[in-house]
């Protein structure tokens, strides 16, 4: 979804088609002052716009977990998750393919689960240092929490028994969790995770993202030494906490924080890459450069030699930069008015279904503690008003949604979830239903939600106007930072999106479970915690549907919020350049681009 969308992650995998590693989308507006330039070598240049700006070199942390970032992540191989610089990536229709070029990973056991990954000879990330097994187990210390001996509050996420939580994953440790430290091959080349579980979505684990050497520089000691450590320090124990490890403290803090940029990076090791393209040029609030990283070996290395990456927010200027030449394709925000000026541009218009969804989330806490509160609140959601203004336009088929994790492109599944949870009694907005559970009270209600999406502007502008007839007296926390105050507490609800990689499951502890990574309005439910945990252990495809099903369930029994709309999706491009293709996951418009040419 472009325009604010959360990518639903997974440390190193997605969630379901429907509610796969979701990822928010910052939407922050970028100035129209950067122009697009037709050399950088004889490959040339592509230039793309996109609604938000890039803000982190790691979109693993609940706050830099945004759809920009997880593009430049993924083309430059270091998300942690799917992309072109690991062991797998995601087809048109999203089917995992191995990147054989990059390495193989094999069942080796079926009980216990047993994974063996192993990396080609011979592969050096862009500064030149060898990709081998320490990076593999950096990686995986980062995703299963093992070294973790903290116990979070449910309602605050706070530490409430003097233990570490080192490394602040957007995902959830779920799946790895349950592993035994890995065996490394003699020749460094390979790592085996054994599962003391089985992992639903273990083919799409990919123990490669930040590399090693880098990680090692900035807690101050030697890869040799650092990888010593991983390997002689104890497994965190919850029952007795010990004080933390500085050395790997000093790692996790520069990973959870020093990746972060408002400007082009001085220190070079923030760029290092694993995959075809690498980043070399930052214009804050304005473009980011990727050119070709000279130390890739394989196969999808780009014809071109540059890959601008514009932040427009108006999808206006976004057409007209595309009818004027100045970008090649583009990745606006989804209306009629823009469908209209792209038809009028001339431009090759494609279009689909996203894996995301606009919803309405209510915090756990403060006014919303009192479920009379948060249901009163749920009947005064005017959801089919903004179906029609906002979605219907573009697609008219479009319906309300009624599940939280399914979307109605999954069918049956979606139809047995509606039937289930009862999300459908909030199609219409029920005032005097709403008054009588408020029974005079005048609750205020704090909103945040992106000023800078004309599309969210509408969905407050109706919601504010329905819930004051009510009784609500609503307080505007529109920001064009609302991504970074996600789960702040400085309001009660939150309007924005989830956009699904389309593959996987782990989207459903990163949300739905108490203190997940995407977990932002503090929701705790024990019901739902041991659903969630069976889903990541359940390899029987009736039965993760039917646990699906019970969690959207549950969610709707608690007033959780609301699910808005399927986001419908669009990409543009000017004619100069070939193989721009749909795709519906989280990686928008760029999941192809290693194979885009410039036309002529």
Known sequence: MSGNTRRSRAITAGAGVAIAALALAGCTTAPNDDNADSGGGDGGTIT???????????????????????????????????????????????????????????????????????????????????INADDMLVNWAISSGYYDDAVLDPATGEVTNGGTQYFSLAGSTAGLDTTSFPEIGD??????????????????????????????????????????????????????????????????DFWNTGYNVTA????????????????????????????????????????????????????????????????????????????????????????????????????????????????????????????????????????????????PTDGAQYETAVAASGYDAFTEPDIEGAKALLAGATPTVRILYNTNNPNRVDSFRAIQQSAQEAGFVIEDAGSPDWGSLLGSGSYDASIFGWVSPGAGNAALPQIFKTNGGGNYNNYSNTTVDGLVDESQVTVDADRLAEIKVEIDTETAKDFYGLPLFQSPGLFADNGTVTGVTYFGGQTGIVWNAQEWKLAG
């Open 264 to 407: 082009m990076p001085t220190d070079e090791s923030l760029l290092v890459a694993s995959g075809p393209f690498i980043v070399t040029d930052f214009v804050p609030e304005s473009s980011i450069t990727l050119g070709k990283n000279p130390e890739y070996k394989g196969e999808m290395s780009p014809d071109y030699d540059q890959l601008v990456i514009r932040f427009i927010g108006d999808s206006n200027a976004q057409v007209t930069a595309l009818q004027n030449g100045e970008v090649q394709a583009i990745q606006p925000q989804p209306s009629a008015d823009t469908l209209t000026a792209l038809e009028n541009a001339n431009a090759t218009v494609h279009t689909g279904d996203q894996l995301a969804y606009d919803h309405l989330d209510l915090s756990f806490g403060g006014v919303f503690a009192d479920s009379n509160v948060r249901e009163a609140f749920l009947k005064t959601i005017p959801r089919q008003q903004i179906l029609e203004s906002i979605v219907t336009p573009v697609n008219p088929e479009a319906e309300v949604l009624n599940s939280q994790i399914f979307l």
């Open 187 to 252: 020749d460094n080349m390979s790592m085996t995770i054994t599962y003391g579980t089985p992992f639903v979505d273990y083919e799409l684990v990919n123990p490669i993202g930040k590399p090693a050497h880098v990680l090692a520089e900035k807690a101050g000691v030697s890869e040799a030494d650092f990888i010593e450590l991983l390997k002689t320090l104890p497994e965190g124990n919850v029952d007795a906490p010990a004080a933390p490890n500085e050395t790997l403290k000093a790692a996790a």
């Open 48 to 130: 793309i716009a996109t609604t938000n700006a890039f803000t982190s070199f790691n979109g693993d942390t609940p706050e830099a977990n945004l759809d920009t970032n997880g593009m430049v992540g993924y083309l430059t191989g270091v998300s942690g998750g799917l992309g072109l610089g690991g062991f797998q990536r995601l087809d048109a229709d999203y089917s995992v393919i191995p990147n054989t070029d990059f390495g193989t990973y094999e069942t080796v056991s079926e009980d216990p689960l047993t994974v063996k990954y192993t990396i080609n000879e011979g592969l050096t990330w862009s500064d030149g240092e060898p």
